[in-house]
């Protein structure tokens, strides 16, 4: 089944229709480490390795609420926002899960950066998978990501690369700020990459549900 990225982008939108105000808000609480440790001086810089612990440490935390969020975006349900919290409970397994990718992606990457990328996209929707299917294992779930993206991994390419616009728009500010304020430019650069996240998100939620259909019809007809 081929899969329309304006038809994937246009439901996103629509789903994200008076709530993308909203989602910018959960957004920036998802990624408030990325926001605080950009205000601070320069002179920090040394305190760098520390900051990484804590944002995946706070990434862990939050990334299963989060995602969740988004999934009921996608399928224009009622957003509640204490579900950025649901996922706390739920770290190792995040941590594990993340953890792994790293590794995986690592791995193919060491062979050449084009088998990187492509085991990232083959990853790519392993945590909407494990939201879905909370009780499967880390293994499992990054098995079923790659599983569900075969021959579709082009098209999610192809999805990703049409934000490039609005990523180079987000790009804008900070390099106007940066040539006025330069400590600054991580900060706005961080900002507006937060208002252009729920689109993406939302974006690859709608493939992901699309996909999920596609592999329910599939094995429905394989038992008519």
Same mark, same amino acid.
């Given at each position: 089944?081929?899969?329309s990225?304006k038809?994937?982008?246009r439901?996103?939108?629509?789903?994200?229709?008076g709530?993308?105000?909203l989602?910018i808000?959960?957004?920036i609480?998802?990624s408030?480490t990325?926001?605080?440790w950009n205000?601070? %001086?320069? /002179?920090m810089n040394n305190?760098?390795? @520390?900051?990484?612990?804590?944002?995946?440490?706070?990434?862990s =935390?939050? !990334? *299963?609420?989060?995602?969740?969020i988004v999934?009921d975006?996608?399928?224009?349900?009622?957003i509640?926002?204490?579900?950025?919290l649901?996922?706390?409970?739920?770290?190792?397994?995040a941590l594990?899960?993340?953890?792994l990718?790293?590794v995986?992606?690592?791995?193919?990457?060491l062979l050449?950066?084009?088998?990187?990328?492509?085991?990232a996209?083959?990853?790519?929707?392993?945590?909407y998978?494990?939201?879905?299917? %909370?009780? /499967?294992?880390?293994?499992?779930?990054? @098995?079923?990501?790659?599983?569900?993206?075969?021959?579709?991994? =082009?098209? !999610? *390419?192809?999805l990703?690369?049409?934000?490039?616009?609005w990523?180079?728009?987000a790009?804008?500010?900070a390099?106007?700020?940066?040539?006025?304020?330069?400590?600054?430019?991580?900060?706005?650069l961080?900002?507006?990459?937060?208002?252009?996240e729920p689109?993406?998100?939302?974006?690859?939620?709608?493939f992901?549900?699309?996909?999920?259909?596609?592999k329910?019809?599939e094995?429905?007809?394989y038992?008519v």
């Amino acid at each position: 089944m081929d899969i329309s990225i304006k038809e994937i982008k246009r439901n996103a939108r629509k789903s994200l229709k008076g709530k993308w105000h909203l989602m910018i808000l959960i957004t920036i609480l998802y990624s408030i480490t990325g926001l605080v440790w950009n205000l601070i %001086p320069d /002179i920090m810089n040394n305190w760098n390795s @520390t900051f990484d612990i804590i944002n995946i440490v706070v990434d862990s =935390l939050l !990334i *299963f609420g989060y995602m969740n969020i988004v999934l009921d975006v996608s399928r224009r349900k009622f957003i509640d926002i204490s579900l950025l919290l649901k996922g706390c409970t739920k770290f190792f397994k995040a941590l594990g899960i993340k953890i792994l990718m790293f590794v995986f992606i690592t791995l193919w990457s060491l062979l050449f950066v084009i088998p990187g990328f492509i085991a990232a996209i083959s990853y790519s929707m392993t945590f909407y998978i494990w939201v879905d299917n %909370p009780e /499967i294992g880390i293994k499992e779930a990054i @098995t079923r990501s790659k599983e569900l993206t075969e021959g579709h991994k =082009l098209e !999610i *390419f192809a999805l990703l690369f049409s934000f490039m616009g609005w990523i180079l728009l987000a790009l804008i500010p900070a390099c106007i700020i940066k040539g006025y304020f330069p400590q600054f430019f991580n900060f706005t650069l961080t900002l507006g990459m937060i208002i252009v996240e729920p689109y993406i998100a939302v974006s690859l939620a709608d493939f992901y549900n699309k996909l999920i259909d596609e592999k329910a019809k599939e094995e429905t007809s394989y038992f008519v």
